[in-house]
């Protein structure tokens, strides 16, 4: 049998191996060396005590983890791939995993280090959808037809009571991805979807603006409709108004083919009134709000019924499984006044069940360093907190684009914006990668096509140990411990972790393994798996790491070197971390409490002592971190 880890050697390796492994290098003069973490404060505490900022989650996509029952690989349906959507040579379609193979992976998850699992949508989805010849599944579980229902592909409502149940076991919490303001591709429009029509095969229709087409009018000859409809803004968004939106042909002719009629659940989901008809979005401005994702049916969420029917939907998931939380896709799409209203009904549901931690977390894609557009949606909307684009973002250019220490600075000192300032701020998810955007390593090899791998092992490692040691909520993207480096971003990123059959996956040269996608890839022993684990350890050990206040160090304007704090001033403790993304060590010096004298290692190697009231010196080999510890108490 052949080595999986043979593929690290060479001098940037060796400079990070201590910091590796918490332990194995030794005390240099007066440094101290890092000691292993034996404690698991948070993964032993009932979930009900611990709070959001305590968690770390893994992210999940049941289709491609593990494969626990492949007589459901099909989903109970017969006539080929274009029907059942089921190929495990193509990337676009069902590959088999599922909810028991996910239960019965929860050693392997746990075992990194994670306190909570996060999953793609698993409702009952349109199996097969696409123009002709551009098919693909459902298999990522955001074309729902039913909402009520898990997709028979994935598994049954009684195989997600199994995971849930053997998650909360453990101490560990189970959050569900939702989806508030689309459906399944099932409605069409005479205008571009009709044969008789068109003439031909068309696909996309073009956004047809309000101001355009008003709801008031009807688009094939201009006819009065709706009269006495005043639009959807905030004031109108009442029953009285709505009852007077009733025809719904004000942009296109919406229409259900035959063998798709009725099969959306709950059954009002099925009428084309709750649904904005108004063609294609390009993410751009109006048609941001309104406009249907590649087709798929965008919902009036401003229509009180939508409001009501989504509110119920997914409190019965909460009702019936008792799940910990909800991550919100495409949360921007959706007006304010929506979530203004659905999250305190849900959270207000929750508390009367008695999980008083329920947590949600929208989708909010941002392009750049963006904290003031991830902010509002804490704000104006009220969702308690975002997925922190904005890190990702900051994080690749830290490390990947070779940008100065200053630019994490710029990113924390917005987190004021937020609506309870940094203690929302420090719950928000921090991600390095996702099924959307792909992997950190994909970005890191795109960079620099001739990057060695050890250096692209230094540089995931260190991206991790940035997102496991600021403030946030640490997201792990299934695989990337594992050493995935991905394509490209979308299908590209959704690899299998079970040995799969798609070859271009199986062609990609994974970090720090001789392994390849064709294989499980389950390794407990893998260099990345063992430094998140690390870093995981020490965060769960580290009340200051989840809790404390984040005071930046040394955020450096030239060198890619940032250096902060992370206080807890009732127990009297600070932790200063460094983290250099140069090729060449650092010598710094660091402000700290003045009362910080003696210190010791959590990673790397740090100087016993203060080198004087208030300052403190760190030496950061290339590419790596350095994690110290002091305590002054609390006086």
Known sequence: ?????????????????????????????????????????????????????????????????????????????????????????????????????????????????????????????????????????????????????????????????????????????????????????????????????????????????????????????????????????????????????????????????????????????????????????????????????AGLDDLNTAHPRVLEGMIEIYKDWISAYNVDGFRIATAKHVRDEFWQAFAPAILDHAASLGIDHFHMFGEVYVDGQKPQHLARFTTNAGLPTVLDFAFQSSARGLIVDDKPGLHMDELYRADVIYANGAETARQLPTFLGNHDMGRFAGFLRESNPSMSDDELFARVRLANALMFFTRGVPTVYYGDEQGFVSDGGDRLARENMFPSQTDLYNDNDLIATDATTAEANFDTEHPLYLAIKSFADIRTRETAIRRGEQITRLAHRDDSVFAFSRIDYDAGTEIVAAINAEENAKDINIAVDGRASVFSALLGQCRVNATAPGSYAISVPALDVVVCKTEFGDE
């Open 1 to 293: 049998m052949r080595s999986r880890h043979t593929r690290l050697g060479g001098s940037l390796f060796s400079l990070s191996c201590g910091a590796l492994l918490a332990a194995c290098a030794g005390a240099v003069g007066e440094e101290s060396e890092s000691q292993p973490i034996v404690s698991a404060e948070v993964q032993s505490s009932p979930i009900d005590d611990r709070r959001i900022e305590d968690e770390i989650i893994y992210f999940v996509l049941p289709d491609r983890f593990e494969n626990g029952d492949p007589s459901n690989d099909r989903g109970g349906i017969e006539g080929g791939r274009l029907k059942d959507g089921y190929d495990p040579t193509d990337f676009g379609f069902y590959h088999g995993g599922d909810l028991k193979g996910l239960t019965q992976r929860l050693d392997y998850i746990q075992g990194l280090g994670m306190t909570a699992i996060w999953l793609t949508p698993i409702f009952e989805n349109n199996p097969v959808q696409g123009p002709e010849g551009k098919e693909s599944s459902g298999y990522h579980g955001y074309w729902i037809t039913d909402f009520t229902n898990v997709d028979p592909h994935i598994g049954t409502r009684e195989d997600f009571k199994t995971f849930v149940d053997a998650a909360h076991a453990r101490g560990m919490k189970v959050y569900m991805d939702i989806i508030t303001n689309h459906t399944a591709d099932i409605i069409g429009y005479r205008e571009c979807h009709d044969p008789e029509v068109t003439g031909g095969p068309t696909f996309r229709c073009e956004y047809r603006y309000i101001g355009d087409y008003p709801w008031t009018r009807r688009a094939s000859d201009g006819a009065p409709i709706n009269e006495g409809f005043l639009g959807d803004d905030g004031v109108h968004q009442t029953e009285e108004n709505f009852e007077n939106l009733t025809e719904p042909t004000w942009a296109y002719t919406p229409f259900v083919p035959e063998p798709f009629e009725g099969v959306k659940v709950p059954a009002w989901l099925n009428d084309t009134i709750y649904y904005h008809n108004r063609g294609d979005t390009d993410f751009v401005d109006e048609d941001s709000l309104y406009g249907d994702f």
